[in-house]
């Protein structure tokens, strides 16, 4: 089982690979509704928000050519937030959409997120509370690196559901690396890319100590955890 990322544009990577590389690919784009940080510092009601350094990755969505080289390159996709961004989608045939219901309660935040598929299979829903302090998991409540994070249990329920074991799956922008934590827990081989300097060291520094067993020290130094997390069934 591989494991590998770069903290590289995507899709200058992209460009380097073969048609149909992957076997599914579960892409997270920018939605061009400027959650990039800056927003989410004000928002804060049962407990302080985290509080993220402002950037400006978030103000307008992919172009024509990100979309095309993502479906040259996949057999299979997974697309978040594809409601912002239809007009370079395939249209017909669209009949599987992901919901995933939040249940963050009255806040400005959406109830939902949507994901376009390629999959021609019924409108799948998966509930999974994400709310600030409150989560689906409390007993394993995951840390927030990025400010449009999605939790790792999001991404190995999309794997169960649509990954067949063997497939090699890919996260053209991963952010905190949620995808690929679910994947390296699930046996699945995981190639990912983020363009984001701060976000690729939390995201590597994440992996390491949720997969790998290893933090690191307050003067840098990395150590090996006495266990680390079994694989979930």
């Not at 928000?49 to 402002?54: A, D, K, N, S, V």
């Not at 996709?77 to 045939?93: K, V």
């Not at 999974?128 to 302090?133: D, I, L, T, V």
Request: charged content about 25%.
């Amino acid at each position: 089982m591989t494991s590998e990322v770069f903290n590289t544009d995507c899709l200058e990577y992209m460009r380097t690979l073969p048609d149909r590389a992957f076997e599914l690919t579960i892409a997270d784009p920018p939605y061009g509704i400027g959650e990039d940080g800056a927003k989410n510092h004000s928002r804060g009601k049962a407990a302080p928000p985290t509080m993220y350094t402002p950037k400006n990755w978030d103000s307008k969505a992919p172009e024509k050519e990100f979309f095309d080289e993502l479906f040259r390159v996949s057999k299979h996709l997974i697309i978040w937030g594809a409601n912002h961004f239809i007009e370079n989608l395939p249209r017909q045939n669209a009949s599987c959409w992901v919901v995933w219901d939040k249940e963050n309660g009255e806040n400005d935040f959406a109830d939902c997120e949507l994901a376009w598929t390629s999959f021609p299979t019924a409108v799948r829903r998966f509930k999974f509370r994400w709310a600030g302090m409150l989560q689906g998991n409390m007993a394993q409540k995951e840390s927030r690196i990025h400010p449009t994070q999605k939790p790792v249990a999001l991404y190995a329920w999309l794997l169960n559901k649509f990954a067949k074991p063997g497939d090699r799956i890919f996260d053209p922008m991963m952010g905190s690396q949620s995808s690929r934590i679910a994947a390296y827990k699930m046996g699945f081989d995981y190639v990912g890319c983020e363009l984001d300097k701060e976000y690729f060291a939390k995201g590597c520094e994440r992996f390491d100590r949720e997969c790998r067993g290893l933090y690191r020290s307050d003067n840098g130094k990395t150590y090996q955890q006495t266990s680390i997390f079994d694989h979930p069934q």
